[in-house]
């Protein structure tokens, strides 16, 4: 029996999450359920009924609601057991879950452990002197010999992640925001209080947590200096600053100690039935990804595949990457997917709206559990947030950047506000899309060509086909190679899907030797079809092809 438990772990675990799909919820852009212009808990109870029956996922991913400054969206926490107030109430998260619960969905939270606001009583107490009882909660180290920060570490957000205390003459260090001290998660307080955090949370019924930057949490103990890059490494689908990409970050994060530290999470979290923590971890070489689920697979439920996000958008590539993917995982492990999240550009922006509704059954028939971002089922694009409007804290720093264009509200109707919010829009958290018409919820839920029809069809196929949830997948490699096309096939007992990707301009020929019929294309009037030998694809094209055994040929016409 576990230490840590005070109940047994259930050990016929239902898995549930394996044959989930996660919703993204971003409270403050979500739903206003008072009327001041901001997403709250009462907003999200209100949507339940849209992402169970509208919509058709399984688990809703809240978002950071706690007591917070929020400088960053709510990352910066100054009370880790309360609801920030412009939120909620602990009675309404009480009552989200209930809600929740009563229509299946499972309910997912933030856990933050790698930093605070600068505003919680646990810094303001390390901060006040050298000798103070949690003055170890925090990483504080002396100014290098001859001055300066202690070494060269850069930050997410900009900048050095080192800041001087003109009081105490050390530096603190923040890996993020300077408000956002990172805690020292050596010392062995600072553990048992989070897990502490952690308890309150799956006390109150919650079903799982989404741990941010969990490679983080262990830095090297010598605080060595990161390698410089002689070519900045820059992203094109993150958002992070350009200081960032100037070092190999090696030191800063991801210390080979971090997966005692998740572990131990992982024990709290196994003492409740059913939970499940995710790991949102930085895009890294399979190999190391693969770690994050421990060998006994005791360690991550599930880490973020983070790569596919930031691989370049071609069929050859992404068929590689999940290939490797599924080469490095554990035996029995299993990853949570996505294609987008509220730090990265939306997908129709990045990829445009026609591969978007490619991604999206891509995205819903890989192995692996989908993870959507509020509003891509709608095709939500960025748009550019006025300098005094934005939110991110992120973007004031020098040279920095705004992630507020990707979080704009989800637009439930083409009426005020989008249906967001009853308040005065200059006091909107952020503002509405402005093609606000095309991309409701209200316009696309009648019209069977929209993008939201789309996302609807994929998951209720999904919901009633084994093998897209669970089936062992397979490369289905053409006879003439061809960059534009990726299939693949999922299968369990005598069920076979297809699924076959166009990414590019053209007509492509793909041949399905067994036949079958396309019970998905992101091209209207195409369902339904038969295919004989020939699977034609149009431009933009993806499809779900009800078949038996396959192997197929692909040709450009
Ligand atoms: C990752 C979160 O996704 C991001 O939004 C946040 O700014 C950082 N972690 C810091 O908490
Ligand atoms: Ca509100």
């Known amino acids: 029996m ?18 989930a799909v996660i919703y993204e919820n971003h409270l403050p852009s979500f739903r206003d359920g008072n009327g001041d212009g901001i997403g709250d808990l009462v907003g999200l109870t209100m949507s339940l009924d849209y992402l169970s029956d509208a919509l058709g996922v399984d688990a809703v991913w809240v978002g950071p609601f706690y007591r917070s400054p929020l400088l960053d969206q709510g990352y910066d926490i100054s009370d880790h057991c309360d609801v920030e107030p412009v939120f909620g109430t602990m009675a309404d998260f ?37 000798s103070n009882a949690h003055r170890d909660w925090y990483v504080w ?36 925001l300077i408000e956002q001290p990172d805690l020292n998660w050596r010392n062995a307080e600072v553990r048992g209080a989070m897990l502490d955090v952690l ?5 109150r019924g919650a079903d799982g947590v989404r741990i941010d930057v969990a490679h983080m949490l262990m830095k090297d103990p010598e605080f060595r200096d990161n390698p410089v890059r002689e070519i900045p490494e820059v992203n094109e689908y993150d958002l992070q600053h350009a200081d960032f990409a100037t070092q ?42 693969a770690k994050y689920f421990g060998e006994q697979l005791d360690v991550l439920h599930m880490p973020f595949a983070f790569r596919l996000i930031e691989t370049p958008w071609q069929a050859g590539a992404l068929a590689d990457e999940v290939d490797a993917m599924l080469d490095a995982a554990p035996a029995d492990a299993w990853a949570v997917l996505a294609l987008g999240n509220h730090d ?32 891509d089922e709608l095709g939500l694009e960025d748009q550019p947030v006025p300098a005094e409007r934005q939110r991110d804290r992120f973007a004031r720093m020098v040279g920095g950047v705004s992630r507020d264009p990707t979080r704009t509200p989800m637009p439930w109707t ?62 289905l490699v053409p006879v003439t190679p061809n960059e534009d096309v990726w299939v693949y096939e999922r299968g369990v007992g005598e069920e ?11 007509w492509q020929r793909t041949e399905v030797i067994t036949g079958g019929e396309v019970v998905v294309s992101t091209v209207l009037g195409r369902e339904g079809r038969a295919v004989a030998e020939r699977l034609e694809l149009a431009p933009n094209e993806a499809v779900i092809v009800n078949t038996g055994a396959a192997h197929h040929r692909t040709e450009s016409k």
């Open 2 to 19: 576990n230490m840590y438990c005070r109940t047994t772990a259930d050990a016929e675990s239902s898995l549930w999450w394996q044959r």
């Open 94 to 130: 009480d009552r989200l879950i209930v809600e929740a619960h009563l229509r299946s969905i499972r309910v997912i939270v933030d856990f933050v452990p790698n930093h605070t606001s600068d505003q919680h009583p646990w810094f303001v107490e390390s901060r006040s002197s050298r």
């Open 141 to 176: 180290r002396d100014p290098a010999v001859g001055g300066g920060p202690p070494n060269n570490w850069t930050s997410e957000a900009g900048g050095s992640v080192w800041e001087l205390d003109d009081l105490t003459g050390q530096y603190y260090l923040h890996s993020h």
């Open 199 to 203: 308890r309150f949370w799956l006390d």
């Open 248 to 289: 190999h970050h090696i030191n800063d994060r991801g210390h080979r100690d971090v997966f005692d530290v998740l572990r131990e999470i992982r024990r709290v979290v196994d003492c409740y039935p059913d939970r499940i923590c995710i790991g949102e971890i930085e895009g890294m070489p399979w190999a190391d990804w």
């Open 344 to 375: 990265r550009p939306r997908l129709a922006s990045r990829l445009g709206q026609a591969q978007a509704r490619v991604a999206a059954i891509m995205l819903l028939t890989l192995p692996g559990t989908p993870t959507l971002l509020y509003g």
């Open 414 to 475: 083409s009426g005020r506000n989008g249906g967001f919010s009853e308040a005065d829009e200059r006091l909107l958290w952020l503002p509405i899309s402005k093609r606000l018409t095309e991309v409701a919820v209200s316009t696309q839920i009648e019209d069977d060509s929209s993008s939201l029809a789309l996302y609807r069809r994929v998951l209720a196929l999904r919901r009633r086909s084994p093998a897209l949830t669970s089936g062992a997948y397979r490369r």
């Open 496 to 506: 076979r899907k297809v699924v076959a990707l166009n990414f590019g301009q053209r």
